[in-house]
């Protein structure tokens, strides 16, 4: 090969290179995003959309409206509208519960327009507990004791929500953004449902959750259970056609219900 067309070929070989590792930056890889729903996936849904819930909040709500045990789902961030999301929602509503999983994005859920550090940015789970007071106070108005189901993002949402005096109990599906901290300061029975190839927070993050957890001296309740074989997402972003995955996230809604039906009075 002349030694001029060997180097275009190197470089060539080097923009391809660059090429492609500017393009890994700008869609950094986060398990957060593995598996986005397919929002044509949509199916007979028992519950509705309602607008203008206290505190602004558009809202998928499933389940008996008079019951006087509500669980509130927080999406991942994926938002409200995810189809499995809703079938689990449906399910929980079927044992019982007023189920609410509200748009805590106000209609700008991600998407890959973005990545994932800008966009939450604007889109803190801190802030979006703070900002859904107006809702569990309205709950609570209703009569209905509250409990709190995260994934992902919600995970964190989740325990923000159980440092407050406004919900029962909590469960965190694979979370994101959750500290050592955090455990340190929550204040009702929480269940951590973890997933052993998790890289958001993987398992040692959890164990560390747990040992956190164990040294309170005012002894709060505590679950943890770190799921084989699964990756971050595996609770509510599951490929349907498989049925590892579908049973594993069959097992940790189990789990969720388990824990709501003992501490959600
Ligand atoms: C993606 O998100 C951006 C900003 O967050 C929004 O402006 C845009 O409309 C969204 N795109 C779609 C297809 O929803
Ligand atoms: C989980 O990790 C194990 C061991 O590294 C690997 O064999 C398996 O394919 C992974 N599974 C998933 C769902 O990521
Ligand atoms: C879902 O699972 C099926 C059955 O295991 C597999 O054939 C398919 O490739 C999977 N789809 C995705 C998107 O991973």
Known sequence: MPSAMMGSTALLFLIVTVHVAAAATVHEHSQCLDNPPD???RGVEAGKVEDNLPGGFRAYVTGPPSSKRAVVLASDVYGFEAPLLRKIADKVGATGYYVVVPDFFHGDPYNDSKKLSEWIKTH????????????????RREGKSVG?????WGGKFAAEMAKTDDIKVVVLSHPAYVTVNDMKEVKWPI??????????????????????????KDK?????????????GFA???????????????QALAYMLDWFHKYLK
């Open 191 to 216: 269940e951590i449902l973890g997933a052993q190839n998790d890289t958001i927070t993987p398992p040692e993050q959890v164990r560390q959750f747990e040992q956190a957890l164990s040294e309170r």
């Open 148 to 152: 709190v189901g995260g994934y992902c």
């Open 39 to 41: 929002l044509l996936q």
């Open 236 to 250: 509510c972003r599951y490929n349907t056609s498989d049925p590892f995955a579908v049973k594993n996230a069959e």
């Open 124 to 139: 803190s789970p801190v802030t979006a507990a703070q900002d859904a007071k107006p809702l569990f106070d309205y709950l």
């Open 220 to 232: 709060i309740e505590y679950f943890i259970k770190i799921f084989p074989r699964v990756a971050h």
